[in-house]
């Protein structure tokens, strides 16, 4: 079914509220073991609870088991929360309500179908990390550009994501989750497009930096307008969108291999130079390999955006809502939720007035331009920052994880972005044709996607949990990379970065999972997006450290990023806190 997405669907919809008397206290949970029983709840804040919050970065606090919310029961769940958040105003207290609805409303229909719509940024992400890598040795042969110099188009790309991530991280506060959502991908596809035309390679260079800033605000948006539809009980699903990031991969490397070595110059051409019967010349019309790679990857990302713009309704985000001023749509977007899943929910205007205050009643109802500001920036303020530090034990894990995103968000790059031009080198003295070099970076994609789904297993296995898959992985990760370096036999270096792309999946998967879960969830914003920040800005700068290390040695980058997944490896088993079996406070 195609849906108008300019017509209102957010209002008069029947028979989904049932009296706050009929509603159960709190959403069912699995029982709680002796053994999670007897877990200390004050060890220096990692507590965990099998108890769902009422929102998620609140305070879990239960009803007894057969009783009914009440308004006082309501009030006293938003009164603990608010003491936790360290917010109180109008806003505050209703959005806090409308998370509880959400969470009795339970995983359904539209969670789900939420899930694959946000499932497309995080494949658009890798999808467009590695077209890109995928065009660095095209590019150089057509615009006779070195292959060390080549490497500032993916610093290009990386300049981009970093500005796409911060400013979709403001504006969707500002603008509304709904365009946002829809934006990122309009831009990065028509971006795309436009760079498969590219007339010279700074030209290339511009438009994927523009590409960049629509595709990096897909992780921040997607991310969090997730989350604020996902139940709690249901909050291990963000996790699981990690497993569209090796899919995106999987594409971009099957169709480099299906066009770039059918539409190619020789290899080792450069873009003009001087033979016995003339001049030969890389053409744009010998070498449009790359050019419908990109256009095509181009034309995908706009047919994701048409995806969620005309085939899903996608419901204002509650709390963007309650932030305008707009209680009544608020209220609604969360009946329309209910309808979708075929549920019923308590919520009403007057149950949020009587708790959050009466529009004429209080000050004010709605956050300025400058409040919605303040608020995002107050995550890396210091009073919010203080408290990841407040003992002993939850500040060695703050450094360490940190330590880990900023290592890992160099070190990934450094090999994979570059990873064709490695290929390429592969046999020593006799470089490998286009085809082989395609075809293998294809394989290495292919054995690296069953990584991510065999990391949302092994994190619940007992002994091993989220630690131990991390540790584990990180560590084989930087074994391998070294490996890679070891040998000049193609095949024993397909061998390696598949096995390589393969643990790093699970490496990635596992420290998306145990992040969020380890930080005290009063200051879980912060923390996550610290490490978000300090992984995008390490990106930014792996390109500098190829360039520049690669002019003295071609291995140098990559013995770099085995380094630097081998500290990473060390600073995990350092790592005091183990979250398995446990959900975050």
């Not at 009914?68 to 917010?87: F, Q, Y």
């Not at 499932?119 to 006779?144: H, I, K, P, R």
């Not at 307008?225 to 990031?245: D, I, Q, Y």
């Not at 898959?469 to 040998?487: D, H, K, P, W």
Request: aromatic residues 12%; glycine residues 10%; hydrophobic residues 45%.
């Amino acid at each position: 079914m195609v849906f108008n997405p300019f017509r209102r669907h957010d209002h008069d919809i029947p028979g989904v509220v049932v009296p706050l008397s009929s509603a159960p206290a709190h959403s069912p949970t699995r029982p709680t073991s002796e053994k999670e029983k007897k877990f200390d709840p004050d060890d220096n804040g990692d507590a965990r609870s099998d108890r769902a919050p009422s929102e998620e970065n609140g305070i879990a606090t239960s009803l007894p088991d057969n009783a009914h919310l009440t308004l006082e029961s309501l009030r006293s769940e938003v009164e603990n929360d608010i003491a936790a958040s360290g917010h109180d105003s109008a806003y505050d207290r209703k959005a806090k309500i409308i998370n509880r609805a959400v969470q009795d409303i339970g995983m359904g229909r539209y969670q789900w179908q939420l899930f694959t719509l946000c499932g497309f940024g995080w494949l658009a992400d890798n999808l467009w990390l590695q077209g890109v890598a995928l065009t660095l040795t095209q590019l150089s042969m057509e615009f006779g550009v070195s292959e060390s110099r080549v490497r500032f188009t993916t610093c290009a790309l990386f300049l981009g994501l970093c500005l796409g991530a911060s400013f979709w991280g403001i504006a969707s506060d500002v603008i509304g989750r709904r365009p946002a959502f829809n934006l990122t991908l309009l831009i990065t596809g028509v971006f795309g497009l436009a760079a498969g035309g590219g007339p010279n390679w700074i030209g290339v260079c511009a438009l994927y930096a523009c590409l960049g800033l629509g595709v990096g605000g897909n992780l921040p948006v997607d991310g969090a307008l997730f989350l604020e539809f996902l139940p709690f009980a249901s909050g291990n699903l963000l996790t699981m969108l990690s497993v569209w990031w090796p899919i995106g991969n999987l594409i971009a490397s099957l169709l480099a291999w299906a066009f770039v070595p059918t539409y190619t110059c020789e290899s080792g051409l450069p873009s003009c130079q001087k033979v016995a019967d003339g001049v030969r010349c890389c053409r744009k019309e010998d070498n449009m390999g790359w050019r419908y790679l990109i256009l095509t990857l181009g034309a995908l990302t706009f047919v994701m955006f048409l995806c969620r713009f005309f085939l899903f309704h996608l419901y204002e985000s509650p709390k963007y809502l309650l932030s305008r001023g707009r209680q009544a749509d608020a209220v609604s977007a969360v009946h329309g939720i209910a309808y979708k899943n075929r549920k019923k929910t308590w919520i009403t205007e007057d149950i949020l007035n009587e708790i959050g205050g009466y529009p004429e009643e209080v000050e004010k109802q709605t956050l300025t331009f400058k409040e919605i500001v303040v608020r995002y920036l107050s995550k890396f303020s210091m009073q919010r920052i203080k408290p990841l530090f407040a003992t002993k034990k939850l500040g060695i894990t703050t450094v360490l994880l940190w330590f880990c995103w900023a290592t890992i968000g160099m070190g990934y790059p450094l090999f994979n972005a570059f990873l064709p031009q490695y290929i390429k080198s592969a046999g020593g003295s006799t470089e490998q044709s286009t085809y082989i070099v395609y075809r293998n970076y294809a394989i290495t994609s292919i054995v690296g996607v069953p990584g991510s789904i065999l990391a949302c297993f092994t994190v619940d296995i007992k002994y091993i949990g989220r630690k131990g898959t991390m540790i584990f992985s990180t560590m084989i990760t930087g074994v391998l990379l070294f490996c890679f370096t070891a040998t000049t036999d193609p095949n024993i270096q397909l061998l390696c970065s598949s096995l390589e792309a393969f643990f790093q999946n699970i490496m990635y998967g596992v420290l998306y999972a145990y992040t969020p879960e380890v930080f005290p969830a009063p200051n879980r914003g912060t923390g996550t997006g610290i490490a978000s920040c300090l992984n995008r800005i390490a990106g930014l700068c792996a390109p500098l450290v190829a360039i520049y290390g690669g002019s003295s040695s071609p291995n140098a980058p990559i013995y770099a990023s085995g380094a630097l997944m081998l500290a990473s490896f060390v600073a995990m088993c350092l790592l005091p806190i183990e979250t398995r079996g446990k959900q975050t406070l």
